[in-house]
């Protein structure tokens, strides 16, 4: 493994929010993008500037157990979309390493080869696959504590921010001989308000967050304490209140 970097061509950056970076994706003239990537060729943009695979296997370093691996929902690459850089691609192949917190992009060359690249944590600003929109915690301007990595957006209104993040545990096993690992998943849901990310396990822990609407949160913890739907849909009809309260001001 080595890191590649290349002169680049470059297009005007964009400038991302936590607020506004899925409209920017859906807004973006993909088709104008998608042509420049062509005409240009993608080893020729930011998206090559990263950790190449050079062939010995150092991204692929692991023998799993039963049909476990370190990838979010499967082993496959996922087509998607990355900013990068500030630049946005799209119809990438992008694939996320949880276990580490790091993608790996499958692009062509211009030998028209597929290699691995596993581009810089730090520029990433988000990315999209499984129709799922991740965000790079650094770029949200709140207090991290002890918070990194990528996050998943669960919901995205005025007033606060729902967010998952997934991990991965593994332990070692042994099979005639061979070390495997046995992956498991982990996730805990994020609420970003008032510029601070808030750890929610269940409906409860937002009576401290939301004391004033208390009897609403009473009303949706006779269902699922845990359910991500119920969570969210909670939490959609406290923004709905708060955002009448402010009117009525």
Known sequence: MYIVCIAMFCISPFLYSQLDFENDFRNTN??????????????????????????????????????????????????????????????????????????????????????????????????????????????LTVEKG????????????ENFQLYKKHLKSRIEKRSSNKLLYQFSDREYNLLHYKKSLIKIKNIRNLNKIFPEYKSVIREYSVKDKRSDSNIIDLLKKINLLMNKKAKAL
């Open 30 to 139: 993909v088709d104008l993008y998608s042509w420049f990537d062509k005409e240009v060729g993608l080893e020729k943009t930011v998206i090559y500037n990263g950790f190449l695979d050079d062939g010995d296997g150092y991204f692929e370093k692991d023998r799993s157990f039963e049909n476990t691996n370190r990838y979010y929902k499967q082993f496959d690459f996922f087509d998607g979309s990355i900013v990068y850089d500030k630049q946005l691609f799209n119809n990438v192949k992008i694939k996320y390493d949880v276990f580490e917190d790091e993608l790996l992009l499958n692009l062509k060359n211009s030998n028209n080869n597929l290699i691995t690249i596993q581009p810089i944590n730090n520029k990433v600003d988000s990315f999209v696959l499984n129709s799922q929109y991740f965000v790079n915690i650094d770029n």
């Open 146 to 157: 002890n918070y990194k990595g990528y996050l998943k957006l669960l919901l995205d209104n």
